[in-house]
T-cell receptor, first 111, second 113 residues
Framework: DAKTTQPPSMDCAEGRAANLPCNHSTISGNEYVYWYRQIHSQGPQYIIHGLKNNETNEMASLIITEDRKSSTLILPHATLRDTAVYYCIVRLRLGTDKLIFGTGTRLQVFP | DTGVSQNPRHKITKRGQNVTFRCDPISEHNRLYWYRQTLGQGPEFLTYFQNEAQLEKSRLLSDRFSAERPKGSFSTLEIQRTEQGDSAMYLC???????????FGPGTRLTVL
């Protein structure tokens, strides 16, 4: 799996959009970008994934650059409950590959 | 709730004791993964089952660790002769063969005194 680089921490005001970046410059053509988050003392929660097109679901939007070397997870209206560590992972979707987590980005949403 | 469940949620044991954790995956998910997470780190892969077959094991899984999934449904992870370094959160995840998106349980937090 390609390695990812994320900033260690970010702050966001409640109600504003949180934009979490991820660099994955060595991603291969058949690898997807996955995002998970982990709220303190809980298991990781799946958020969204994508290959090359932008994706949106009820939780977030995922913007992948045209060259696929980076992506941004967008939480459109951050709430205090979005405070968590966010992990960006690249992997084969249909492979049996385990998830390889880095240290993620710690997002702190403040009132 | 049809998510992944893990029991117990917390376990405190003395060094040298054996412990066993259980994971119940999402119904009909044929793939099951175990991960371990220490403080300040992301989860690290331990082992993976497809149905009842254990297909991959990490080098982190020492001889004191054993995992089973006897009927292809729930799984157990046993640690023998626990050491203080085994203190961690043990996470279980499951996925189906279609989307292969892994869904995690709440974890079992092990403290070895």
């Amino acid at each position: 799996d390609a390695k990812t680089t994320q900033p260690p921490s970010m702050d966001c005001a409640e109600g504003r959009a949180a934009n979490l970046p991820c660099n994955h410059s060595t991603i291969s053509g058949n690898e997807y970008v996955y995002w998970y988050r982990q709220i303190h003392s809980q298991g990781p929660q799946y958020i969204i994934h994508g290959l090359k097109n932008n994706e949106t679901n009820e939780m977030a939007s995922l913007i992948i650059t045209e060259d696929r070397k980076s992506s941004t997870l967008i939480l459109p209206h951050a709430t205090l409950r979005d405070t968590a560590v966010y992990y960006c992972i690249v992997r084969l979707r249909l492979g049996t590959d385990k998830l390889i987590f880095g240290t993620g980005t710690r997002l702190q949403v403040f009132p | 709730d049809t998510g992944v469940s893990q029991n117990p949620r917390h376990k405190i044991t003395k060094r040298g004791q054996n412990v066993t954790f259980r994971c119940d995956p999402i119904s009909e998910h044929n793939r099951l993964y175990w991960y371990r997470q220490t403080l300040g780190q992301g989860p690290e892969f331990l082992t993976y089952f497809q149905n009842e077959a254990q297909l991959e094991k990490s080098r982190l899984l020492s001889d004191r660790f054993s995992a089973e999934r006897p009927k292809g449904s729930f799984s157990t992870l046993e640690i023998q002769r626990t050491e203080q370094g085994d203190s961690a959160m043990y996470l279980c995840a499951s996925s189906d063969g279609t989307s292969n998106t892994q869904y995690f349980g709440p974890g079992t937090r092990l403290t070895v005194l």
